[in-house]
């Protein structure tokens, strides 16, 4: 991937070396897309947002007051290759997701990206590294520590550079997801009874339809800057398929149980994400409606 072409963000900032005070907290803010089931299995949860764990909050808020303190953030450290990457990333989701929107007669709204290492407090409540990458309605922003591309590599066998992306347009994806009010909508379904977890549960819906929407911003970007190389795709896709609950579980567990599904089977979460790259269409997105 020539991620190089990319436009560098400005909104990437850098919450230094913190702590969670032990794992996530169970009193704040929630925007719960996914249970703990995964969590307690890996230890590691790609694409997990920490706010699902708390226990007190609504899992489709998608606004509010911080419940704590956050974190304070300074300039990340310049001439560091992996931050220059995650500038050139969220800049480009900016620029794709500017004209998305743009098109509807929209504006884009952009995201903070916060770098951490060890824990970070947010808007949602505190996190520590092990849940992964994650995005908090609460403050708008997608937070991610660099060492989970590690993770990547050592648990997933996965480093390709635009699977590495494809965690960032992931969390973004949540971003939109909230602009466009499908958290708010997410929480009135649960609230009229509608189940979270399971095979075809809101969650499952939600992450799959971030999925959807890290294609649609790859199939843009690459018409801008036409910077996926052969194999780029493919590494995504092997990143996608590495991380479907039902891997997940059988490597951890020996079995599948559809009843705790929080983010979609491997082979949902590759359908999905080629919906939205071999269309470049957001209403090929629609993970709620119908079978998926």
């Known amino acids: 991937m020539l991620w190089q072409k990319g436009r560098r963000s400005d909104n990437v900032e850098d919450a230094g070396q913190g702590s969670s005070g032990g794992g996530p907290s169970f009193g704040g803010r929630g925007m719960g897309i996914g249970g703990m089931i995964v969590l307690a299995i890996l230890g590691l949860v790609f694409f997990k947002d920490p706010t699902a764990l708390l226990g007190g909050g609504d899992p489709g808020a998608g606004t509010g007051a911080p419940q704590q303190t956050q974190s304070q953030t300074r300039a990340p450290a310049a001439n560091d290759p992996q931050v220059d990457f995650v500038r050139a990333i969220l800049g480009e989701t900016e620029d794709t997701w500017g004209e998305i929107f743009a098109a509807k007669g929209k504006q884009y709204e952009r995201p903070k990206l ?52 494809y965690v960032i347009a992931h969390e973004v994806g949540h971003h939109v997801q909230n602009l466009r009010g499908i958290f708010d909508k997410v929480s009135q379904a649960r609230q009229r009874g509608a189940s979270l977890e399971g095979a075809t549960g809101l969650s499952v819906r939600q992450e799959l339809q971030a999925d959807c929407y890290a294609g649609v911003w790859a199939y843009h970007s690459n018409q801008r800057q036409q910077w996926l190389q052969p194999g780029d795709v493919e590494s995504a896709i092997n990143a996608a398929t590495a991380i479907g609950d039902d891997t997940l579980q059988e490597q951890s567990q020996g079995r599948v149980v559809p009843d705790s599904f929080t983010h979609g089977t491997s082979a949902q979460r590759v359908h999905w994400f080629k919906a939205g790259l071999e269309s470049g269409d957001v209403g090929k997105c629609n993970t709620f409606a119908g079978a998926i």
């Not at 770098?115 to 403050?139: E, I, K, M, N, Q």
């Open 114 to 165: 916060v770098l951490f290492s060890g824990g970070v407090r947010t808007a949602c409540g505190s996190a520590s590294s092990a849940v992964g990458p994650f995005y908090c309605p609460g403050d708008q922003k997608v937070y991610l520590d660099l060492g989970f591309f590690q993770q990547m590599q050592t648990r997933f066998h996965e480093s390709g550079d635009f699977a590495r992306a």
